[in-house]
């Protein structure tokens, strides 16, 4: 048997979660005795398997798991992973008091990376975000967004899109880039209202046309808040963006309510992200809207905020999503399932809500719920396999990831057991 055969066969699988309830039980679709048939980049079958069909042509590249766990490939839907530098002293600073815009004011926060950042070489940036991506994908983690925003001028914006568009082409997990060139102000535009000015018409005339010419990212995402973009230029660049064919996330309602929650639904997002002080008027509309809510927990307990509470969402019937936010100063984090914990555990969301929010809700935070996110026939072959034998135990073991391997593309890739964070390639 050749392990470069062009299908897969995942046999003796405890316990498979489909995330379609109407191939399993419950909410997450659970499925015992199963077994899963990759052919080339698909799903041809996932199921019981008792009723795996005759498999046709050459002989499936198979895998015995012993009972282990499956599920979709997790997705981290919100990261800013590439970057230089750390933000060690704003933590301290956070820890004696200091508040998140107190710390902005006198240079750290933000800007303070968007200088190392700006500092840094390319191949720095490149080596960065490859063992960040690496670290990541050793957990499960096959799909991951990625947003600039530590440049804050149309070179530098564009420079960090272009290291994104170079990790693609080497990182195992798929990468999904959103522009955010409006994460916050740099320092020069902060002289007067005249600059915060010129740099919003830069954002809308000179990098927004630039990323989209050059089809350097798939979203675009502005910081509406206290301290960061109002919503009438947050609904400037938006709708440019959305003119260009971009489209819309939005970090809303993460240290104040804003309403941006409500402009995010106006515009059509795809996503609002943070969402800690959404009002009801928020809730409501993303509801009739239909947009997701992605729930940052790490950065809400970096910040010592409240966490978005799941049953607001939930009652609306708002799909939630969960990530890291993975950025140096409030959530320094590439632990997907550890933020599932947290919000589990101190925003009220549910076990299968739980699960659903890393795989299913994230892929629909990305309007690629209909590629991945779920493992059904058609589906693309991106799994994650798991030491455990009951899908709870993914929330259960806190901090702890028992990932033993991933399948991307069809391919199965092991996670070494004495090297945890290097992937190979085989059987």
Known sequence: MSQFSSSLLLRNVGALVTCDPTLGAGPVG???????????DRIEYAGPAAHLPRVLG????????????????????HTHLVFAGERI?????????????????RGGGILSTVRATRAASDDDLMALATARIEAATAQGITTIEVKSGYGLSTPDELRILEVIRRLSRQALPDLVATFMGAHTFPAEARVDAAARADYVEEIVREMLPAVATRKLARFCDVFIDTGAFTLEEGRRVL???????????????????????????????????????????????????????????GAALFLRDELARAERFRAHGIPMAVSTDHNPGTSPTSNLLLMAQLQVL???????EAILAVTWNAARALDLHEDRGALRRGMRADLALFRCRDPRELIYRFGDSHCTGIVKDGAYHRVESARPWLLTRGS
């Open 89 to 105: 002293d704003d933590f301290q600073g956070r820890l004696a008091g200091d508040s998140y815009t107190q710390i902005a004011a």
């Open 239 to 297: 709708s440019q963006a959305r003119t260009l064919g971009l489209g819309l996330k939005v970090h809303a309602e993460q240290i104040s309510q804003t309403d941006a929650a409500v402009l995010a639904a106006e515009l059509g997002a795809i996503s609002a992200e943070h969402l800690e002080h959404i009002s009801e008027a928020g809730l409501e509309a993303m509801a009739r809207a239909g947009t997701v809510a992605v729930l940052l927990p």
């Open 30 to 40: 659970l499925v015992r005795d199963a077994a899963v048939l990759c052919v080339g």
């Open 346 to 352: 101190a925003g009220g969301m549910t076990l299968d």
């Open 58 to 77: 050459e002989e499936p590249l198979t895998l015995d798991l012993d009972g282990c766990l499956v599920t979709p490939g997790l997705i981290d839907c």
